[in-house]
């Protein structure tokens, strides 16, 4: 008996596509009325953050996660990195003609499941199909509104000489595990990606402070590149101690292996954050209470001078300057 | 000397990607702060309308129109279905490495000029590269969202015994131009995709009498299958007259030559509605003087019975039930 695959009919507007629509999609992110768009009731008036990605992770399944939890969480947390309050999200899919039935709702439900740990609806979808060989399983597009707090203005230009860099846990996780699972490599104890929604995290860190300058969650080109922009945006420059970078010891590991550096590797579940330096203790111990934030640390200050360099202090007493993630490492991390 | 083309780079996050954006895609849509999601100052309070699509049209230039300007003029459409004013985009890439740039160039002035044209904004980005053979080109994704009038609801449920069913424009005209492009069919005129931005349309419409219970544009599954869709959701029972279907001479001719219905055929730039039957003349006329709505007509009628069938009354007398589309006849029509 043949295992049920995606068709092309799958994606024809037709009746085959209403089944899957109905059947699976719908149900699984609760929509209950499947019109042309979908209708936001009481959406909060004045500030709205808006954002996209779209998801293009191989293996669709890795250590720790699946392209269709990461989809949820990428763009939950690209909202709460502004500050904003994440509530609807849209999904769409591209299918490859032949993606087994069960990987689809497998992936559905992941997605259906992060909404719900996040808080957000996913509220509109779509579902194109292609040919065999014109997409590689399936792609995931998120986009995502959330409600803006009015005042809150997080931006580099935010940034002044003498705030302090936190980060909110071990980076390279997300990319040493999507590593992993490419090659078949495995470690012990297994790294897994650290995939998750930020929101709840951020709503405790707004909570505690009004120093927070900006945020960014480090996915790819890793902590290095996202630091580099910040750096660049501000303008101002930033110097990291190579020591207080929060690391599990495989991650530390493996990119020694592989030849890579973990500042940049992509991160899925962490933040970095820049904030007044009177704040940052009182910011971190905020953080390590939530489950999200428990090995957050100071990781650098923001030195005086405007050349939006990023330098690192290293282990070894000397000092390196960071730049921006050049050519590609890692291609398809997220 | 070879030409420009996408690198797997240009989706790594790092600099190369930097350059893209701020290069090529930020100042194309007016993006002047990058951040991880847009902030959109004095969103219309209250009820918001939300939709996405995903875009796989091979080929992606077409007679009439390519994939940029179809992924901005969807996503439009979709919005202004619900009624809704179409206010802010979001455009996700995903590139297949070895694109010529001056493609994406060419597609991404396509999208920034329809944008203009509907009067929307594209405020959020994102941009993705897979290797050689794991896309197709390039596919898009749009999200849009824009602000919907208290009040209004225009859905099946709306619909009354007595209702006129409205047609805006000639039927079939996108399909038949995606598969003329993908076969080298000429026709005499040319046939050229119909894709366009619907909301100043539907605008003048909505100005123009409260009647309308519901609007569908007939995209993927064409004017069948939107209309089957509407029956099963009032429920009630549609009657079309085949003599009152607006049509082409190259478009019944082409359909003819291929053995296609051109009431399965999809369509970019056109609405159906249903209608108050005493509003349905003014309304017509109201559409008439639109340039997109100049071959608008009264094209069938609701009548008693709540089976959610669809009937179409034949030229030549008889009556044919038409169901959703079956199967898919012309597979990445959008």
Redesign the interface.
């Given at each position: 008996m043949e295992e049920d695959k995606i068709l092309?009919?799958h994606?024809?507007?037709?009746?085959?596509?209403?089944g899957l629509i109905e059947d699976l999609i719908a149900p699984a992110f609760d929509i209950t009325?499947?019109?042309?768009?979908?209708?936001?009731?009481?959406?909060?008036?004045?500030?709205?953050?808006?954002?996209?990605?779209?998801?293009?992770v191989s293996p669709i399944f890795f250590p720790g996660g699946d392209i269709g939890e990461l989809a949820v969480c990428g763009t939950v947390?690209?909202?709460a990195?502004?500050g904003?309050a994440p509530l609807?999200l849209?999904?769409?899919?591209?299918l490859e003609e032949g993606l087994p039935l069960r990987d689809l709702k497998r992936i559905v439900f992941s997605m259906a499941d992060a909404a719900r740990k996040a808080g957000v609806r996913i509220?509109?979808?779509?579902t194109?199909?292609?040919?065999r060989?014109?997409?590689?399983g399936l792609?995931i597009?998120t986009?995502?509104?959330?409600a803006?707090p009015a005042g809150l203005d997080l931006?580099p230009e935010q940034v002044r000489t003498g705030d302090r860099v936190i980060v909110s846990g071990p980076i390279g996780m997300h990319g040493m595990a999507i590593m992993a699972g490419r090659h078949g490599l495995s470690f012990d104890p297994p790294i897994l990606s650290d995939t998750a929604p930020l929101n709840r995290l951020v709503a405790d860190m707004l909570s505690a402070t009004s120093g927070i300058r900006v945020m960014?969650?480090p996915?790819?080109?890793?902590l290095a590149?996202t630091l580099k922009?910040i750096a660049e945006?501000a303008p101002c420059r930033i110097l990291l101690k190579e020591e207080a970078l929060p690391l599990v010891p495989g991650v530390r590991g493996g990119c020694e292996l592989l030849g890579l550096d973990p500042l940049y590797v992509?991160n899925e579940g962490i933040l970095t954050a820049i904030v007044e330096a009177s704040e940052s203790e009182r910011l971190v111990d905020c953080m390590r209470n939530h489950p999200l934030g428990q090995s957050a640390a100071v990781i650098g200050v923001v030195m005086p001078g405007e050349d939006g360099k990023v330098l690192l202090e290293t282990r070894a007493g000397g000092t390196r300057m960071l730049?921006?993630?050049?050519?590609?490492q890692l291609?398809?991390i997220?």
């Amino acid at each position: 008996m043949e295992e049920d695959k995606i068709l092309i009919a799958h994606g024809s507007g037709g009746r085959v596509m209403h089944g899957l629509i109905e059947d699976l999609i719908a149900p699984a992110f609760d929509i209950t009325r499947l019109a042309d768009a979908a209708v936001l009731e009481d959406f909060p008036s004045g500030r709205a953050a808006f954002t996209t990605d779209s998801y293009v992770v191989s293996p669709i399944f890795f250590p720790g996660g699946d392209i269709g939890e990461l989809a949820v969480c990428g763009t939950v947390n690209d909202l709460a990195m502004m500050g904003a309050a994440p509530l609807y999200l849209s999904a769409g899919f591209i299918l490859e003609e032949g993606l087994p039935l069960r990987d689809l709702k497998r992936i559905v439900f992941s997605m259906a499941d992060a909404a719900r740990k996040a808080g957000v609806r996913i509220m509109a979808g779509d579902t194109k199909v292609v040919e065999r060989g014109k997409c590689d399983g399936l792609f995931i597009n998120t986009a995502g509104v959330g409600a803006l707090p009015a005042g809150l203005d997080l931006s580099p230009e935010q940034v002044r000489t003498g705030d302090r860099v936190i980060v909110s846990g071990p980076i390279g996780m997300h990319g040493m595990a999507i590593m992993a699972g490419r090659h078949g490599l495995s470690f012990d104890p297994p790294i897994l990606s650290d995939t998750a929604p930020l929101n709840r995290l951020v709503a405790d860190m707004l909570s505690a402070t009004s120093g927070i300058r900006v945020m960014r969650d480090p996915t790819r080109g890793g902590l290095a590149t996202t630091l580099k922009e910040i750096a660049e945006g501000a303008p101002c420059r930033i110097l990291l101690k190579e020591e207080a970078l929060p690391l599990v010891p495989g991650v530390r590991g493996g990119c020694e292996l592989l030849g890579l550096d973990p500042l940049y590797v992509a991160n899925e579940g962490i933040l970095t954050a820049i904030v007044e330096a009177s704040e940052s203790e009182r910011l971190v111990d905020c953080m390590r209470n939530h489950p999200l934030g428990q090995s957050a640390a100071v990781i650098g200050v923001v030195m005086p001078g405007e050349d939006g360099k990023v330098l690192l202090e290293t282990r070894a007493g000397g000092t390196r300057m960071l730049e921006m993630l050049m050519g590609d490492q890692l291609p398809r991390i997220c």
